[in-house]
């Protein structure tokens, strides 16, 4: 019985382990975005586009919701230059937004 | 007497309109009943079936903007769908069937509708809030 309580407690301290701030050192890069949270219904997601070309975008993400208006991107590199847009998706009616305004940012070295 | 007279003289006058009524009924009677229902299609088209007893019958699909304001959209069909591409997005369109043999055409069948959907609106206020 106590053998089985020592089992229960082992494996809920053993949680799995988060990295830790650490992993995110100095030479981790990231660019975060955010945008207008709109009026937008609750079928509505939200697409965002990158370029490192200022000519080729492809998606990067895709939010969870209508309400989520942040991305931070972690898959940048020092030194090089990235583009941005984003479109509103209505995952009920398989409509697409135009494109918005384009953001462009440099990542320090 | 006088009186008979003018009232004979009414009564054909009221009959008759009753009478053009019942000769449109009778016209109708030789085509079929139509049971129209519509599935609507995402990417901006709308999709409408119906059923008919009729099977020597063509078929017309009426449009509209309104409800009861429908005009012939495309007549001769001679299967029971179709589907209408040319819809504009975040309207609502109404729609009846008519079967027609031998140049006689039935009543409406019951009237559908469809709304369109709108595209979202796009995006604004983009901007990088931090960069490391």
Redesign the interface.
């Known amino acids: 019985m106590r053998k089985l309580l020592f089992l229960a407690l082992g494996l809920l301290t053993a949680a799995p382990s988060f990295p830790s701030s650490d992993a995110y050192g100095s030479s981790?890069?990231?660019?975060?975005?955010?945008?207008?949270k709109?009026?937008?219904?609750t079928t509505?997601v939200?697409w965002l586009f990158r370029s490192d070309d200022l000519t080729h975008y492809a998606q990067i993400a895709t939010t969870r919701n209508n309400t989520q208006?942040?991305w931070t991107d972690s898959t940048v590199q020092g030194g090089k230059t990235y583009s941005?847009?984003?479109?509103?998706?209505?995952t009920?009616?398989?409509?697409?937004?135009?494109?918005?305004?384009?953001?462009t940012?440099?990542?320090?070295k | 007497m006088k009186n008979t007279a003018l009232l004979s003289l009414l009564f054909l006058f009221l009959s008759l309109p009753l009478y053009a009524q019942t000769a449109k009924v009778q016209r109708r009677k030789n085509t079929s009943t139509i049971g129209l229902t519509i599935t609507q299609g995402?990417?901006h088209q709308v999709s409408l079936a119906w059923s008919s007893t009729c099977s020597a019958c063509t078929f017309t699909v009426y449009r509209g903007l309104t409800s009861g304001s429908e005009t012939g959209l495309l007549s001769g069909i001679t299967v029971t769908n179709y589907t209408d591409t040319a819809v504009t997005?975040g309207t609502t369109d109404y729609y009846y069937v008519t079967a027609s043999q031998s140049g006689e055409e039935s009543g409406g069948s019951n009237e559908v509708s469809a709304t369109i959907?709108?595209?979202?609106?796009?995006?604004?206020?983009?901007?990088?809030?931090?960069?490391?």
């Open positions: 981790r890069h990231y660019i975060s975005v955010q945008w207008n709109g009026s937008y219904g509505v939200f208006t942040t941005y847009y984003v479109a509103a998706y209505d009920l009616t398989k409509e697409e937004s135009g494109p918005s305004d384009i953001v940012q440099a990542v320090p | 995402t990417q997005n959907p709108s595209n979202p609106p796009t995006p604004t206020g983009l901007a990088v809030t931090s960069v490391k």
